[in-house]
Structure formats: C-alpha cells, structure tokens
C-alpha cells in the first residue's frame, strides 16, 4: 500500500515556475515507478511525466518536454514535478501516481495508487 499527498499548487502568471511535491508512505517507495498525470475542467486525465524506482529513467509528455522536470528523492519518499515556463494550458488539477511496475508509463489505468490532487492555475 502506497499513499499519496501532493502539495505545491497554486496561482502562478504564465510563464513563471512552480514546484509540486508529492510526499508518499510506505517502506519499499524506490520500488515504486512515479508519475505525475493533470487533468484541466472538461477534460480527460493526461500523463505529464513519470520516473522509474531509481531515478534512472524518466519519460515526459511532448507537451511538456523541455520545460519540466520530474525528480524523486528515495531517501525521503518524495517525488518532485518542477515546472517553468508554464503556459495558460498547462492549467489543471495535478495528481500523483504509483505503481509497481506500470505496462504503460503514460496510461492512467496502470497506476493503482494515486493522490488527492494539487490545483495549478497559470494566469496571463
């Protein structure tokens, strides 16, 4: 069992930065790969970006690519999505996500594990 609290949301003008955190239980969390999904008002859920137990490998969403970066600290079970240079559309709710060993890293359906969300809001 895995729980997961985000934090770190806010009110942010475009193109400023913001660093989300998601902070999880359990005692074997660098067995678990992370991911971070949004999802904005009338939309579906998308995947943003995702890191295996290591921190070896991580994988980012086309639309995000290049502006932000997903980190892990196993030492203090903590998971990081910093964002910069954030755009109007990058406005949405931000969720955590956990999984063993998901089949697909940009599938939501593969991450049992999940957080109650952090809301992001890039004005212009």
């Known amino acids: 069992q895995v729980q997961l609290v985000e934090s770190g949301g806010g009110l942010v003008q475009a193109g400023g930065s913001l660093r989300l955190s998601c902070a999880a239980s359990?005692?074997?969390?660098?067995?678990?790969?992370m991911a971070w999904f949004r999802q904005a008002p009338g939309k579906e859920r998308e995947f943003v970006a995702a890191v295996t137990g290591s921190g070896g490998m991580t994988i980012y969403a086309d639309s995000v690519k290049g502006r932000f970066t997903i980190s892990r600290d196993n030492a203090k079970n903590m998971v990081y999505l910093q964002m910069n240079s954030l755009k109007l559309e990058d406005t949405a709710a931000y969720f955590c996500?956990?999984?063993?060993?998901?089949?697909?890293?940009?599938?939501?359906?593969?991450?049992?594990?999940w957080g109650q969300g952090t809301q992001v809001t890039v004005s212009s």
């Open positions: 359990g005692r074997i969390f660098s067995s678990y790969a």
């Open positions: 996500a956990a999984d063993i060993r998901p089949t697909r890293w940009e599938a939501d359906r593969d991450y049992n594990y």
